[in-house]
């Protein structure tokens, strides 16, 4: 089993819809969880820190379930912008300097 | 600067050459990052620094890879005599090693070893 997973795509949306991510971790210490966004072999550009109560940034709501050991990205009315791939990255040692453990990122493609 | 900076930004090499990489972190981060990604999104890391010293370097082959962070100097990354499945993008991060440690990437230099 991956240490970090990420629902398997490509999410195909027509523009305006509401889409969600899912990404499981296994570590339980893990205290560092963030969503990045690749274009195309570009470098990774965080999107959102996730914290334990939650946060939204405009369209975008990150969500963190300790117990079930997932985080959670909801993007709504969905742009022909946020076309890209979602990384999520996980801290797994709960240490300051500690490396990311990234999923396998999830492709959105959003259409006209 | 306020960008993590990388060159070159595309390398090539043949089998057997060798490969040098290199990375100036944000002004003020303390941490230095290198992951490596080979095809469809499967980021690997190798190697970490705390300021000139080596953090952890559990991702790092043993053979062939190695890295250094000098006081005033960019970061780099070496590889001896590359091999095919050595073609990737490399990617630097640096984070300041606050409460959140965000890390920050470069754009990354893309190997392409022939």
């Known amino acids: 089993r991956k240490e970090v997973e990420q629902d398997p795509g490509p999410f195909n949306v027509p523009e305006g819809a509401t889409v969600a991510f899912n990404c499981t971790y296994s570590n339980s210490a893990s205290q560092s969880f963030f969503w990045y966004r690749q274009d195309c072999r570009k470098e990774p550009k965080l999107l959102m820190s996730v914290y334990s109560s939650g946060n939204e940034d405009g369209r975008f709501t990150a969500q963190l379930n300790r117990a079930s050991q997932y985080i959670s990205l909801l993007i709504r009315d969905s742009k022909l912008s946020d076309s890209a791939t979602y990384l999520c990255?996980?801290?797994?040692?709960?240490?300051?300097?500690?490396?990311?453990?990234f999923g396998q990122g999830t492709e959105l493609s959003v259409k006209p | 600067g306020e960008e993590v900076a990388q060159t070159p930004k595309h390398l090539v090499r043949g089998e057997g050459q060798k490969a040098k990489l290199y990375c100036a972190p944000i002004k003020g981060h303390s941490y230095v990052f290198w992951y490596q990604q080979v095809l469809k999104n499967e980021f690997k890391f190798l190697i970490s620094?705390?300021?000139?010293?080596?953090?952890?370097e559990t991702g790092m082959p043993k053979e062939r890879f190695s890295a250094k962070c000098l006081p005033n100097s960019p970061c780099s990354l070496e590889i001896q005599a590359t091999k095919l499945e050595d073609s990737a993008v490399y990617f630097c991060?640096?984070?300041?090693?606050?409460?959140?440690?965000?890390?920050?990437f470069g754009p990354g230099t893309r190997l392409t070893v022939l």
């Open positions: 991060a640096s984070s300041q090693g606050d409460a959140q440690d965000t890390q920050y």
């Open positions: 990255a996980v801290n797994p040692s709960g240490n300051q300097g500690g490396k990311l453990i």
């Open positions: 620094f705390q300021n000139e010293n080596v953090f952890d």
